[in-house]
């Protein structure tokens, strides 16, 4: 278990920028359960559920551009990101600022299909690792605040 924030870069299925009524902008996706992330040294899974702690009022979890906290996009304490538990998943939808340089450039990238995932912070509460004897780490990750 971590005592610290961590960042994780997960794939998700129906990112999507958007333009609202006002002109405002935002994104929206969808981050599946049990499918393993990309491009780890060990290999976590989010099982479902997990967020459960992070949806009650006064969780504080942060969507992030490239892991960086200096690149943040929309939190939940903020009210500029909202969660949504589904059965297959984490749905998200985040308000982005206009004035927001890192925002608009994710936008972009989103728009251009350059990026195909998410990055979130969170305090890991519990996990679980498993090794299949073959160097094959791979960590469940089962409650987050």
Known sequence: ????????YLPSRELR??????????????????????GLPCTDTIAPAVFADALKPGAD???????RQEALLARTLSK???LEDTPVGLKFTAQLSSNNSVALDTVD??????????????QVV?????????GTVTRTVLSVI
């Open 1 to 8: 278990m971590s005592k610290t924030r961590e960042n994780f």
């Open 61 to 67: 979890v942060l969507l992030l551009r490239d892991h």
């Open 80 to 82: 500029t990101l909202a």
């Open 126 to 134: 519990q996990d679980q690792c498993a090794d299949d004897g073959a």
């Open 17 to 38: 920028a958007t333009t609202n009524a006002d002109g405002s902008r935002s994104i929206t996706g969808l981050i599946d359960y049990n499918k393993p992330s990309e």
């Open 109 to 122: 990238s989103i728009e251009r299909q350059d990026l195909t995932g998410v990055s979130f912070g969170f």
